[in-house]
């Protein structure tokens, strides 16, 4: 990759061609719909990764920018993966000045436990005081 990477938080930079191209196809979102990742990424601090002109990755944190995140979405092109930019976009975000002081930041993955491990992101100290409504059928009922 001769070009310089360059992470920036500007929603009208936001590719949104990307961002869904690949989330329709991820494990955790396929088949999401256009106008739901328009609105999710409307309104959310949104994160996106660029090389020569072209948004090569993306994460978002739904937040109040006050006490509570979650961190989602994340991902680098696959042909982009092993330069160490996933690493470069989560330290980023960490570094957000909205997100500072947050009491919790919270995140689900099913495959990058090691790369969050890496920014002290740990399993849920007492699993039971969560509790979660999950509709994974959603996007394919439309």
């Known amino acids: ?26 494990y955790w979102s396929a088949g999401i719909s256009e106008d739901v990742v328009r609105r999710a990424v409307a309104n959310s601090l949104c994160f996106g990764v ?26 680098i092109l696959p042909e982009f993966r092993g330069r160490g930019l996933s690493k470069r976009l989560v330290a980023v975000i960490l570094a957000h000045p909205d997100l500072q002081g947050l009491r919790r930041l919270l995140l ?15 399993p849920v100290a007492v699993p039971g005081n969560f509790m979660d409504r999950h509709d994974p059928d959603v996007y394919q009922r439309g």
Not at 50 to 75: E, P
Not at 108 to 122: E, N, P, S, V
Request: aromatic share 14%; hydrophobic share 45%; net charge negative.
């Open 50 to 75: 660029f090389t020569g002109g072209r948004q090569i990755g993306f994460a978002r944190v739904v937040t109040d920018r006050a006490t509570f995140g979650y961190l989602a979405d994340v991902f």
């Open 108 to 122: 689900a993955t099913r495959d990058a436990h090691d790369l969050y491990r890496l920014f002290g992101f740990k």
């Open 1 to 26: 990759m001769d070009d310089p990477v360059e992470i920036a938080c500007d929603p009208d930079r936001m590719d949104l061609a990307v961002i869904h191209g690949f989330l329709t196809e991820s």
